[in-house]
């Protein structure tokens, strides 16, 4: 009994020393600076701002940080009554207890000073621009920082085991584009598909990971820290060589919260290529690569006689007239469809149609064939120019898509299944205008099928105002359609008629 008399004074004086310490508190940074400090939806300050935890602030802290011209960041903190001998003092005496500030149980978050990054809000409207991304290098030191105070080295020790598959950082640098005006793909060059997007941006990205400086704590299922990333971010030429075009480097620290070991390193990538989309001029740089990449795909200008057009008496029969424009391509992979724009023997398709063909055969409505030419290709639009040599040849006229009004009807005539079904017409109505992957195009509910490819989309005039050229289907989707608007289409072939 005198015992527990001696130990009780003991007790008392334990637990008043925990009592008399001083609220737990952590400092909460932003970058940039000056963001206003939420604490559960209440306004509480700015950053840089001390946070001094109390029990009136309950059982769960929501920290968020909002700043004009910048998406808003939290994080969640709850505080954690500390385990072992202390706690069962407090328990005993009945009272509330929260341990000290340093105590890592503290908090889902065991901090005492942390920062939060806020990333720029881009307009929704902005111009994306299409970035191919390839493979991530690393060719950063061996020592990468500390994780407990013990070194790490690659991925040896638990910590940035993900060094061990670095294919898959590319997958983080196109996530940390999301939201922002880079359409990031990620990309393996010398594949089909991808030279064919890197051949629509007119560059790719090749990141390099020059410096990797981590100071990490905690454990390997919940550690923080800074994790400092240097990128050389190399813009590559989507021709053939090896200089970059340009290089920017950027150093990034992006602050780890509650993350395992194996992912604040990716987290950090994800983040380094956020930051990068914030390059200022970035994305003027960019667009200037993308015009005169457009520019080189246009080639050179070619002058084309004016023609004399297909005339018809009346609406009832234009589109009998008209189908003597139309011809249908064939190639020894399949076939498309195409038109004339000139009595001399002028022809557009789609460069789909013809593939890598210098010379098609075409087949005209009244049933013979000629040798076509290719004379041009663009295939970032899709298109393609092609000659016959003859004098005659019934030709389209050019219409004009910028005045095209919504609900007006279309008509597409082509050869969309078997051969035996050349010239044949569908009607529909203009549907809209937009822009898929920087490029405009006319929407249509036109039935375009296998076949249809390279023909005329007609307005109600019976003039040529797009070039049929891709169909959308799929779940929810029915018949949706779409062409190059026929302005367009001679711009980026670079063909004008003289007058």
């Keep these: 009994m005198r015992n527990a008399f001696l130990l009780l004074p003991f007790l008392l004086t334990g637990c008043a020393s925990i009592l008399g310490t001083s609220a737990p508190s952590v400092t909460l940074r932003s970058d940039p600076a000056?963001?206003?400090?939420?604490?559960?939806?209440?306004?509480?300050?700015?950053?840089?701002?001390?946070l001094d935890y109390t029990l009136d602030d309950g059982d769960q802290l929501?920290?968020?940080?909002?700043?004009?011209?910048?998406?808003?960041?939290?994080?969640?903190?709850?505080?954690?009554?500390?385990?072992?001998?202390?706690?069962?003092?407090?328990?005993?005496?009945?009272?509330?207890?929260?341990?000290?500030?340093?105590?890592?149980?503290?908090?889902?978050?065991?901090?005492?000073?942390?920062?939060?990054t806020l990333y720029k809000e881009h307009a929704p409207d902005a111009t994306k621009y299409l970035v191919p991304?390839?493979?991530?290098?690393?060719?950063?030191?061996?020592?990468?920082?500390?994780?407990?105070?013990?070194?790490?080295?690659?991925?040896?020790?638990?910590?940035?085991r993900s060094l061990t598959y670095p294919e898959n950082f590319t997958t983080e640098v196109v996530n940390g584009m999301?939201?922002?005006?880079?359409?990031g793909r990620s990309v393996r060059k010398g594949t089909t598909k991808g030279d064919e997007v890197i051949q629509r941006a007119k560059l790719y990205l090749r990141p390099d990971i020059k410096r990797i400086s981590a100071t990490l704590s905690g454990s390997k299922s919940?550690?923080?820290?800074?994790?400092?990333?240097?990128?050389?971010w190399q813009f590559m030429p989507h021709v053939a060589g090896t200089e970059p075009l340009f290089v920017r480097t950027t150093t990034t620290t992006w602050f780890a919260t509650n993350s395992t070991a194996d992912n604040a390193l990716s987290e950090a990538i994800r983040h380094a290529a956020r930051m990068l989309a914030e390059s200022p001029g970035l994305p003027e740089r960019i667009a200037a690569v993308y015009g005169s990449g457009l520019q080189q795909s246009k080639g050179d200008p070619l002058f084309l006689a004016k023609p004399t057009s297909i005339t018809f008496a009346s609406r009832k029969e234009m589109i009998s007239a008209l189908v003597q424009g139309v011809v249908t391509v064939e190639t020894d992979d399949g076939h498309g469809s195409g038109f004339a724009i000139t009595n001399d023997g002028y022809l557009m398709t789609n460069s789909h149609v013809i593939g890598d063909a210098g010379l098609v055969k075409v087949k005209f409505h009244k049933g013979f064939t000629l040798d076509a030419q290719v004379v041009k290709v663009n295939k970032d639009f899709d298109l393609a120019l092609l000659k016959v040599q003859a004098s005659d040849v019934a030709a389209m006229a050019i219409g004009d898509d910028k005045a095209l009004l919504l609900g007006e009807e279309l008509y597409a005539i082509g050869t969309p299944l078997g051969l035996e079904l050349g010239q044949s017409v569908s009607r529909g109505i203009m549907s809209g205008r937009r822009e898929i992957e920087g490029r405009q195009y006319l929407q249509t509910d036109v039935s375009i099928n296998p076949g249809n490819s390279g023909g005329p989309l007609i307005d109600e005039k019976g003039e040529v105002v797009g070039v049929a050229t891709l169909k959308i289907s799929g779940e929810g989707l029915e018949g949706l359609g779409f062409g190059v608007p026929i302005s367009v289409a001679l711009e980026m072939l670079n063909v004008s008629f003289d007058r």
């Design 34 to 50: 000056e963001a206003t400090v939420y604490i559960n939806g209440v306004e509480r300050g700015t950053t840089p701002y001390t």
């Design 133 to 160: 991304v390839t493979e991530v290098e690393v060719h950063a030191a061996e020592k990468l920082g500390t994780f407990n105070k013990s070194t790490i080295r690659g991925g040896r020790d638990g910590a940035f």
């Design 62 to 116: 929501t920290i968020e940080m909002r700043k004009t011209g910048y998406q808003s960041s939290s994080i969640s903190v709850r505080p954690a009554v500390n385990k072992g001998i202390l706690f069962a003092d407090a328990m005993l005496l009945n009272i509330p207890y929260l341990a000290d500030s340093k105590d890592p149980g503290l908090y889902s978050l065991p901090i005492g000073d942390h920062t939060m």
């Design 178 to 183: 999301k939201e922002t005006w880079m359409d």
């Design 222 to 232: 919940r550690c923080y820290g800074p994790v400092e990333l240097e990128v050389a």
